[in-house]
Every structure is written in structure tokens, then in C-alpha cells.
């Protein structure tokens, strides 16, 4: 089978055999998905599955994100993984449809913490998650995510169970049978994205990454799974992808092109589909000095599923706000679009914002429908009450790989983002850490500044 064939070949790939690029780039998929969960672990929702997680006190080694004791594996797996997902900042692998990082990272760490890994093997598990998820994303198509599966929550399990085996030395029989045991927990529908959508889409990632650890552990005490549940008969992608699946992706060109390379990293704490949108009024607002009272009209064309799933002209919660282009297109018109402030509860009814929102039209543009979905562009007109007009098109946002984040970028995104949960000191052992992880023997110094 073609899935058992891309194991096979991630779990020959040595720590040794990272390139330096390769190892580069898992750091800062590293080092971003820390700063996204450490600001997550400060929202609402992240407070919640925190306390819980640690109230059940659960015994362990594995960090948890904004917290000072350390529980099992899986359900700081879960908590770390919700926390990360918690503010649409985590990664995208652009044909997957997915968020790599909210799964890959948490599980990968517990895993790692939990079995006195080293740093160059984190980084190894990190680059085989990210394959995984870039890979069953891809083969699971697009028909399921139409359908309202979530995709992060459909690979995620799998790709959590990949990063938590290898790290933790499981062979690729046993990683085979953990996968089989995941896969029965691939999960996650998109009722989030309209009126009010919650907080479950947050533990979407959190759930998978979980799954992934728990199956290890099964695994390793011989509770065996399925061999063939991702490409075989009833397996994930028959039953979820349905007909029109590509199990080719699962092992084409293996070695020639890692998914890690192909990382967006988000600038703007919306929906990946948005981002065009908010890159384009961005660059606007700041080239011809647009101020909210002069913007008569918004206009953004952008694909068929943007204007489908992203046009809520009332949101009522933050997530539904995230995943809104009115609103969004209020915000970049009139405050910092990189900022999570104006998404934050008490923002949330902004007439400033609201205004330009109600002002704000969608329609298809068949440009952007044809590249969609390798891009999520946008084309972008905003109509002034002295009768300027000003447009823009942005094919592919900033932080995507064809205008990728440079690793300072990246850094100061880190810095801002953790600021939520920790002190200046803490967050300079952080980075110190990650940064040392080639040569680290251990976790321990990367484990002590999460936790200090």
C-alpha cells in the first residue's frame, strides 16, 4: 500500500539526514507554533482545557503550555494542541487544506518530553508530521472538506501518530497498527464557521494531536490497529474522502520535495482564504493613506468557497469574526490586521469595524476560482466617498512560500505572541533553546524554559 510505503521510507530518514535547511525550517515551525500556543493558553478556551488537563493530574513528564507542572502525554497533547490552534495564527500546508503545527508540534513534544528524546529527533519527528499531514491532505482531496469535514481533524490523527511514533522509537509495524487505531478518531465538522461558532474548532487540533499520542502508547503496550485504515478497504480516504481521492499523493516523489519547505506562516489572525484580502487592504491603506470615514464602499472578489464560507455579515463570536471577510476587511481597513486585538471579545462590536463590514460586497472572480485552491487569492477594490478608486490583487498573502516570513520575521512573531504568557527572560531561554536543538542531547533546557 501506498501509505505503508511513505512510513517506511520517514522512518529510514535519520535525524543525520536532515538537511540544513530541513532542520532550519522545523525550527521555526517549532518556535511559531510555541508562540501560537502560548498565546492560546491565555484565551478563554485555552484557560479551559488548561485547568482541566491539570486538574485531572494525570502523571508525566510533558509540558504544558503556560503552566509550571508537567501530566501525561496525551492530554497535554490535547490541551497544547487546542492552545495552539486557539487564534487562527497556526500554520497552513497550501493543497492539504490543513494546520500542520496545532497537531504535529504538541504531539511530537509530549512524545518526546515523555521519552527523553534528543533535539535533533524532535526536529525528525517534526519534518515526518509535517509530511504526513501535507501528504493524507492532499490524497483525502477537496470533495470532504465541501462536505464540511474539518481537515485538520481528519489528518491530523494520523500525522500526530507518525511524529509521536518515530520520536518515540516504535517500529513500522507497530506505527502502522498505531496509525490503524487513529484513524477511528479522525473527527471535526465546519459548523464553526457561521453565526456562532464556539470554540470546538480550537480543539479540533488539540483532539487530534491527542489521538496520535494515545494510539503510541496503546501501541507500544500491543493494542493493535488496522494496517491498511488509511488506503485500504474502509479506510480514511474511501470513507471520508469518498470517490474523487488521490492515494497516488501519498508516496509520489518521496525524498524530492518535504513538506516543511512549503510552510505558511500566518500573518493575519483570520482564515487562511482571508488572507489575500486583509495582505491587499493592507498594502492599500498604507500606499494611498485611507482613513475608515473616507471608505464608501468595499469590494473583494476572491473563489467560490472564500464567498461561500467566509461571507458573514453578523458575526457573533470571535471564531465566526475570524472567518468573516466583512469583518475582516473592517479591521484592515481601520486598525492593525496583524493585531489579535480587534478579534478579542470585547472588540468584537466595533462600529468602526461593523460599519465597513455592512459596506463590504463578495462576488466570485474567475482568476482566483481557477487557481484556488494551490492559491487563496483575492482581488480587492475599496470605492472612497470622493469617488477614488483603489484596487489591488494579491495571488499568493504574506508568509505563504512564494513570499515566505524570514526566520527574523518569524522570531518577532514568536516574541510577540508568547509576550501573552511569559517574561522577556523566559521567552529568550525559549528561543535559546530552540535554536540549540541540533546538538541538544536532551529537551531539557527547551522543556524548563516552557515551563519557567
Known amino acids: 500500500m501506498r ?9 529510514s530518514l535519520s535525524p543525520a ?8 525550517n522545523a525550527r521555526i515551525a517549532l518556535l511559531d507554533n510555541l508562540g501560537c500556543g502560548l498565546f492560546g493558553a491565555k484565551r478563554e ?11 485531572e493530574g494525570s502523571r508525566g513528564k510533558a509540558s504544558v503550555y503556560g503552566a509550571v507542572e508537567t501530566i501525561g502525554a496525551a492530554r497535554a497533547a490535547l490541551a497544547n494542541g487546542t492552545c495552539t490552534h486557539g487564534f487562527e495564527l ?23 518530553e515523555t521519552c527523553q528524546a534528543s533535539g535533533a529527533e ?72 457561521q453565526g456562532t461558532g464556539g470554540m470546538v474548532k480550537r480543539m479540533h487540533a488539540g483532539r487530534a494531536a491527542e489521538s496520535g499520542v494515545l494510539a503510541c502508547a496503546l501501541a507500544r503496550r500491543g493494542f493493535e490497529g488496522p494496517l491498511a485504515a488509511v488506503d485500504g478497504r474502509f479506510g480514511l480516504l474511501e470513507v471520508v474522502g469518498g470517490p474523487h481521492v488521490h492515494p497516488e499523493r501519498l508516496d509520489a516523489g518521496l525524498g524530492s520535495d518535504f513538506a516543511i519547505s512549503r510552510v505558511w506562516i500566518k500573518a493575519y489572525p483570520c482564515c487562511g482564504l482571508i488572507h489575500a484580502t486583509m495582505h491587499a487592504l493592507e498594502n492599500l491603506k498604507s500606499v494611498h493613506r485611507i482613513v475608515p470615514s473616507a471608505v464608501r464602499a468595499v469590494h473583494v472578489r476572491s473563489s467560490k468557497r472564500a464567498v461561500e464560507q467566509n461571507g458573514d455579515l453578523q458575526p457573533q463570536d470571535t471564531m465566526t469574526a475570524q472567518y468573516s471577510i466583512p469583518f475582516c476587511a473592517g479591521v ?59 484596487e489591488q490583487s494579491v495571488l499568493d498573502p504574506h508568509g505563504t512560500p512564494a513570499d515566505p516570513f524570514s526566520a527574523a520575521e518569524a522570531e518577532a512573531k514568536f516574541r510577540l505572541l508568547a509576550a501573552a504568557a511569559k517574561t522577556p527572560a523566559a521567552i529568550d531561554r525559549i528561543v535559546a533553546a530552540v535554536a540549540a536543538l541540533d546538538d541538544a542531547r536532551s529537551l531539557e533546557n527547551l522543556s524548563a524554559a516552557l515551563r519557567s
Open 3 to 11: 501509505f505503508a510505503r511513505l512510513i517506511e521510507y520517514l522512518h
Open 17 to 24: 539526514q536532515l538537511s540544513a535547511e530541513m532542520a532550519a
Open 45 to 55: 478556551w485555552g484557560r479551559m482545557i488548561t485547568e482541566l488537563v491539570l486538574e
Open 90 to 112: 497556526d500554520d497552513i500546508i497550501l493543497g492539504a487544506l490543513a494546520h500542520p503545527g496545532a497537531v504535529v508540534v504538541p504531539a511530537a513534544l509530549a512524545a518526546a
Open 122 to 193: 524532535l526536529l525528525r519527528a517534526i519534518v515526518a508530521g509535517y509530511e504526513v499531514m501535507a501528504r493524507v491532505g492532499a490524497a483525502l482531496g477537496h470533495d470532504h472538506n465541501n462536505r464540511g469535514f474539518h481537515t485538520t481533524g481528519i489528518a491530523g490523527p494520523v500525522a500526530a501518530t507518525v511524529a509521536a511514533g518515530l520520536v518515540s522509537g516504535l517500529s513500522v509495524e507497530t506505527l502502522l497498527s498505531a496509525v490503524g487505531t487513529a484513524c477511528s478518531s479522525a473527527s471535526g465538522i465546519k459548523a464553526f464557521t
Open 332 to 390: 484592515a481597513l481601520s486598525a492593525d490586521p496583524r493585531s489579535p486585538e480587534p478579534f478579542m471579545p470585547d472588540r468584537l462590536w466595533d462600529e468602526t469595524v461593523r460599519g465597513i463590514a455592512a459596506r463590504t460586497r463578495l462576488s466570485v472572480d474567475a482568476a482566483m476560482e481557477a487557481q484556488y485552491p494551490e492559491h487563496f487569492g483575492a482581488h480587492v477594490e475599496v470605492e472612497l466617498e470622493s469617488g477614488k478608486r483603489h
